[in-house]
Every structure is written in C-alpha cells, then in structure tokens.
C-alpha cells in the first residue's frame, strides 16, 4: 500500500472503496459536518408516519465512519388521548427501532408543546449520499399533532467521526 505522510494533510492512502484517495484522520476525529434546517410546520391526525421536511444529507469519505446524528425541534399534541411521535429516517427507511427506540413523543394532555430531538450514532458503511430525515405521526388516529408548530428553527446536524 502507497502512503504519503504530509505534515499539513495527515496520512493520504489509497481507499478501496473509492477512487482517488482520501486523508486517513484519527478515531474519533470529525471529518465533516452537515446542517439542515426548516422553519416549517407539520401536522397530520395519521397514525402513519408523514415526513416533517427536516433532513439533511452527507456522503461519507470513508465507508468505516460514523455519523452523529443531533436533532432539535417542537412537537404539539392537541388532545390527551394522542401522542405526537417522532422517528428518525435514513435514506427513507425508519431506523429508529433498529436503533434501540431512537424516538421522541409527548403525550399526557393536551394543548402541550415541547422541544425535543432525537440523537444517535449510525454506522452507514458507505460512501455514498445518506439522508437522514425526521418524520412524525400521531399515536391513533384522533387528534392532531404538529411538528415546529411554532415555526421556529428546526434543525439535524449530521456528523462524520472517523473510526
């Protein structure tokens, strides 16, 4: 394997994975960073889950790294017999039971609004485009949730770490 060592680049070695090479940093190093935001509202009364229009989207330089996901927005549930559900998506399927119940909900009364979020560490194994969306539902299919029913920024922060 050809390695060059540049004091100002780190270590630059082939990648199998991808044509060209790529600058190999240290574990746990952030290699980029990704923002997406919305200032738009949802709401649904569906107990199927609707997308919230926050996503974002990140190619990986390197099919071993990790991506931290770090989300923040509202949730509102008008009644106290449905909770407002949140769920994390990647490139349009839900990971969020794979995850280990990587969700966010209110519930309880209704007329409430929080700030929540879902945060989690993915491992793609790719280099390719990953996009990673919030999506929302209501518990049952009876009162109405709202996702950035305030209208304020919502926003996911994608995250490549080297492993």
Same mark, same amino acid.
Request: charged residues 5%.
């Given at each position: 394997?050809?390695?060059?060592? %540049?004091?100002?680049?780190?270590?630059?070695? #082939?990648?199998?994975?991808?044509?060209?090479?790529?600058?190999? @940093?240290? @574990?746990?190093?952030?290699?980029?960073?990704?923002?997406?935001?919305?200032?738009?509202?949802?709401?649904?009364?569906?107990?199927?889950?609707?997308?919230?229009?926050?996503? @974002?989207? $990140?190619?990986?330089?390197?099919?071993?790294?990790? $991506?931290?996901?770090?989300?923040?927005?509202?949730?509102?549930?008008?009644?106290? &017999?449905?909770? *407002?559900?949140?769920? /994390?998506?990647?490139?349009?399927?839900?990971?969020? &039971? *794979?995850?280990?119940?990587?969700?966010?909900?209110?519930? *309880?009364?209704?007329?409430?609004?929080?700030? &929540?979020?879902?945060?989690?560490? %993915?491992? #793609?194994?790719?280099?390719?485009?990953?996009?990673?969306?919030?999506?929302?539902?209501?518990?049952?299919?009876?009162?109405?949730?709202?996702?950035? #029913?305030?209208?304020?920024?919502?926003?996911?922060? /994608?995250?490549?770490?080297? @492993?």
């Amino acid at each position: 394997m050809t390695m060059i060592l %540049d004091g100002t680049a780190g270590i630059t070695y #082939p990648v199998a994975t991808a044509t060209g090479s790529a600058t190999q @940093a240290s @574990a746990g190093r952030v290699l980029q960073v990704v923002q997406g935001t919305t200032s738009s509202t949802t709401s649904t009364t569906s107990s199927t889950a609707v997308t919230s229009g926050l996503t @974002a989207t $990140i190619t990986p330089s390197v099919n071993t790294s990790k $991506i931290l996901i770090v989300s923040c927005y509202s949730l509102y549930s008008t009644v106290s &017999t449905t909770k *407002a559900v949140s769920f /994390l998506y990647k490139n349009g399927s839900n990971i969020s &039971t *794979a995850a280990g119940g990587a969700y966010a909900y209110i519930g *309880a009364s209704g007329g409430v609004q929080v700030t &929540t979020g879902i945060q989690l560490v %993915d491992s #793609p194994a790719t280099t390719s485009a990953t996009t990673y969306a919030i999506f929302v539902s209501s518990s049952a299919n009876a009162g109405s949730i709202s996702f950035n #029913p305030d209208t304020q920024n919502a926003y996911i922060i /994608l995250m490549e770490i080297a @492993a």
